[in-house]
T-cell receptor, first 113, second 114 residues
Framework: NAGVTQTPKFQVLKTGQSMTLQCAQD?????MSWYRQDPGMGLRLIHY???????DQGEVPNGYNVSRSTTEDFPLRLLSAAPSQTSVYFC????????????FGPGTRLLVL | DAKTTQPNSMESNEEEPVHLPCNHS???????IHWYRQLPSQGPEYVIH???SNVNNRMASLAIAEDRKSSTLILHRATLRDAAVYYC???????????????FGTGTRLTIIP
């Protein structure tokens, strides 16, 4: 089991560029989420999915798109990067919503110039 | 939305017990209390969770107040590896599937003194 994997580990973008952060899990988890963590802050939920084909917005969804075509993958797309999106991004998965453990990936560090 | 309040930082001596408090006075009956910790430059790591009763696992114990408005994470014998930021969060039994506002807060930075 690889658990939750994220690529890339680090990325530098220029303002206005687009990119996709990849997240994959091999635990057959239905629930997947994306968080961002700004320096000195806790994690904030961007988008989440309760199963293939079903996604919804979290607390800070603006500027990000997601899709869930398979159980395993949950990519996060930045359509037009802005300096305010400089952050560390974590993907997480769990087998259910409330009572089960969330497993987190190692994170993607994004710098937008 | 229910939120949690934790002290910004705590210190403890190595090999002594540590009690990390969390207040969640607006908790609802469907909220599970979860604790995660984050070591430097890593993703959060699950520690323990509970609903109403106290819980024990190999990492820690979770003591939940009778009214569920507060909880305490107990590390029985702190080691240097336990130095991390500890987050207390509430997760609903089921996603409301409508603008979920799950926020970790700033957590408690635990320093272990050798």
């Amino acid at each position: 089991n690889a658990g939750v994997t994220q690529t890339p580990k680090f990325q530098v973008l220029k303002t206005g560029q687009s990119m996709t952060l990849q997240c994959a899990q091999d635990m057959n988890h239905e629930y997947m989420s994306w968080y961002r963590q700004d320096p000195g802050m806790g994690l904030r939920l961007i988008h989440y999915s309760v199963g293939a084909g079903i996604t919804d917005q979290g607390e800070v969804p603006n500027g990000y798109n997601v899709s869930r075509s398979t159980t395993e993958d949950f990519p996060l797309r930045l359509l037009s990067a802005a300096p305010s999106q400089t952050s560390v991004y974590f993907c997480a998965s769990s087998s259910s919503w409330g009572k089960e453990t969330q497993y987190f990936g190692p994170g993607t560090r994004l710098l937008v110039l | 939305d229910a939120k949690t309040t934790q002290p910004n930082s705590m210190e403890s001596n190595e090999e002594e017990p540590v009690h990390l408090p969390c207040n969640h006075s607006t908790i609802s009956g469907t909220d599970y209390i979860h604790w995660y910790r984050q070591l430097p430059s890593q993703g959060p790591e699950y520690v323990i969770h509970g609903l109403t009763s106290n819980v024990n696992n190999r990492m820690a114990s979770l003591a939940i107040a009778e009214d569920r408005k507060s909880s305490t994470l107990i590390l029985h014998r702190a080691t240097l590896r336990d130095a991390a930021v500890y987050y207390c969060i509430l997760r609903k039994r089921k996603s409301n599937f409508g603008n979920e506002k799950l926020t970790f807060g700033t957590g408690t930075r635990l320093t272990i003194i050798p």
